[in-house]
């Protein structure tokens, strides 16, 4: 089974949670590394400008479930 089936939710707090897990999904993806993800944490956990990009990309993905899911209208 695909980690990612479908991008429906049921509610918006569900469409934010798919919107973390798809953007922790491509950092996975694109370092699949365990061990090196672990060492660079630190850098990123204590940089405000690593994190203010990490709220912009879940963002971004929050935006594309919101519109998936036609705005749960």
């Known amino acids: ?3 990612l089936p479908t991008l ?3 509610t918006p707090e569900e469409g934010y949670e ?3 897990k798809l953007s922790r999904m491509a950092v996975k993806l694109t ?3 365990d061990e090196a ?3 660079m944490r630190p850098d990123y956990a204590n940089s405000a400008d690593s994190l203010t990009s990490v ?3 879940v ?3 929050f935006q594309t479930v919101a519109q ?3 705005f749960w209208r």
Do not use: F, G, Y
Request: glycine share 0%; no cysteine.
């Open 68 to 70: 998936a899911n036609d």
């Open 55 to 57: 709220s912009h990309v």
């Open 37 to 39: 993800r672990a060492r």
């Open 18 to 20: 798919l919107a973390i």
């Open 31 to 33: 370092q699949p590394d």
């Open 1 to 3: 089974m695909s980690w």
């Open 59 to 61: 963002a971004t993905n």
């Open 8 to 10: 429906k939710t049921n």
